[in-house]
């Protein structure tokens, strides 16, 4: 009962009430199925409940800044990207695994396929949405921690033979002493980057390192994309206001950016089936038909 008041008051489940509802994990589009239409909407796409929820409460002007949303997968795209994210029954070797840490671009892995980094400020939650993104492959630990300054590395995982994707150290607060070269070296050479994950926690907004980091991957030419991350500590209010202005900052200042943040968070897993899918398209590994 506590679970279905709360459901309904944010449309966002807490992991806690997944076992509560009958449902085993929350991270499997499964699960989201199983849920009532408008929860599983709000749970599969939030950026898309969240606007048209909160269409009532927006002034005049903000409404033209309203748009139809570009990335929008069907549920069986959902699920075939999801597949890439399982370990495959009787599988001899391992398709998800942890490959290895680099300081330096040269103790990097070949880089023969494509590759999408997360980056973004000191507990920002790089760490726990790659953990959230690997839930479905036991085998595949990723470190988090409270402490602000945790990962010190380039950290490297496979997708199987389709793509890796790489926890970078935190900006700003408590970074690596050799934070700028490591990274900055690693986005500049890395031929195989097809898409930089910058991450924004969702209640605080952009930051001045974040500004700094923005014109930094302007000025290499990196392709990248906005994560507003802990969507779950927030209210709907100001969830909705944090849309608004990324997406105003996405228009006005940036051009290698795509033009559409993700919301996601890492504990209810609202958010992470679309951001599978994303990675695949952006990785060419699925295409998207819609
Ligand atoms: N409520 C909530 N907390 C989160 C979420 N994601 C991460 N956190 C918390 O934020 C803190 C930092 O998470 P990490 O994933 O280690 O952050 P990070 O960006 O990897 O941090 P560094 O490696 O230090 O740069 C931890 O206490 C997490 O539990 C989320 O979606 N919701
Ligand atoms: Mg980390």
């Known amino acids: 009962m506590w679970c279905r008041v709360l459901a309904s008051r944010t449309r966002l489940l807490p992991k806690a009430c997944w076992r509560t509802l009958g449902l085993e994990h929350g991270d499997k589009l499964s699960d989201a199925l199983q849920l009532t239409p408008s929860d599983r909407l709000a749970h599969l796409y939030p950026l898309y409940t969240l606007?048209?929820?909160?269409?009532?409460?927006?002034?005049?002007?903000?409404?033209?800044?309203?748009?139809?949303?570009?990335?929008?997968?069907?549920?069986?795209?959902?699920?075939?990207?999801?597949?890439?994210?399982?370990?495959p029954a009787g599988s001899a070797r391992t398709h998800m695994a942890y490959v290895s840490s680099a300081e330096r671009i040269d103790h990097?892995?070949?880089?023969?396929?494509?590759?999408?980094?997360?980056?973004?400020?000191s507990n920002v939650g790089k760490s726990s949405l790659l953990r959230a993104i690997f839930s479905l492959a036991p085998n595949v630990y990723v470190r988090v921690s409270k402490t602000?300054?945790?990962?010190?590395?380039?950290?490297?995982?496979?997708?199987?033979?389709s793509f890796l994707l790489v926890d970078a150290p935190g900006y700003g607060y408590r970074a690596?002493?050799?934070?700028?070269?490591?990274?900055?070296?690693?986005l500049k050479t890395r031929q195989s980057l097809k898409n930089v994950l910058l991450l924004i926690d969702s209640g605080v907004g952009?930051?001045?390192?974040?500004?700094?980091?923005?014109?930094?991957?302007?000025?290499?030419?990196?392709?990248?994309?906005?994560?507003?991350?802990?969507?779950?500590r927030a209210s709907r209010r100001d969830l909705f206001r944090s849309v608004l202005t990324m997406q105003q900052f996405i228009k006005k200042r940036t051009t290698g950016c795509f033009p559409e943040p993700l919301l996601v968070s890492s504990h209810t897993y609202a958010g992470i089936s679309l951001l599978r899918c994303f990675i695949a398209h952006v990785t060419g590994t699925i295409w998207k038909s819609t």
């Not at 990097?108 to 400020?121: D, N």
């Not at 000025?219 to 779950?232: A, E």
């Open 51 to 87: 606007q048209e929820n909160m269409t009532e409460m927006l002034a005049v002007e903000a409404k033209k800044d309203q748009k139809k949303l570009l990335f929008v997968p069907s549920e069986a795209e959902l699920q075939q990207a999801e597949q890439l994210f399982v370990e």
């Open 108 to 121: 990097a892995p070949k880089s023969t396929v494509p590759e999408v980094c997360f980056l973004g400020r």
């Open 148 to 161: 602000p300054g945790h990962t010190k590395k380039l950290n490297f995982f496979c997708v199987g033979r």
């Open 176 to 186: 690596p002493i050799d934070f700028t070269e490591m990274v900055s070296v690693y």
């Open 206 to 232: 952009i930051q001045p390192p974040d500004r700094a980091i923005i014109s930094a991957l302007e000025n290499m030419n990196v392709s990248y994309t906005m994560v507003l991350t802990k969507s779950d």
